[in-house]
Nanobody
Framework: QVQLVESGGGWVQPGGSLRLSCAAS????????MRWYRQAPGEERKMVAS????????NYADSVKGRFTISRDNAKNTLYLQMNSLKPEDTAVYYC?????????WGQGTQVTVSS
């Protein structure tokens, strides 16, 4: 059974940092590229960052370039998102995502709130 479990969200003041984690199980994590998405209230879910299987290639949405860093530890089956210089507009539910051979799989999401 495929499972993606996000953690690390919370409340932070503007300019602060958070590190999200996504623990994966039930599939060969190291064989699949991974992504982080986010969904703000009233908006569609949007991709934030993606990473290749070995972690060599990464891509970011323009809105987070230079502030967020996606990484992975294949030995621990875990995906990360380091978020620095957070802004109120980063407030959203953050999801990890894997496009497997059997279809896409989402985690349950973790709330990130940036406000003073």
């Amino acid at each position: 059974q495929v499972q993606l479990v996000e953690s690390g969200g919370g409340w932070v003041q503007p300019g602060g940092s958070l590190r999200l984690s996504c623990a994966a199980s039930g599939f060969a994590f190291s064989r699949y590229p991974m992504r982080w998405y986010r969904q703000a209230p009233g908006e569609e879910r949007k991709m934030v960052a993606s990473i290749s299987t070995a972690g060599i290639s990464t891509n970011y949405a323009d809105s987070v370039k230079g502030r967020f860093t996606i990484s992975r530890d294949n030995a621990k089956n875990t995906l990360y998102l380091q978020m620095n210089s957070l802004k109120p507009e980063d407030t959203a539910v953050y999801y990890c995502y894997a496009l497997l051979n059997t279809g896409g799989s989402w985690g349950q999401g973790t709330q990130v709130t940036v406000s003073s």
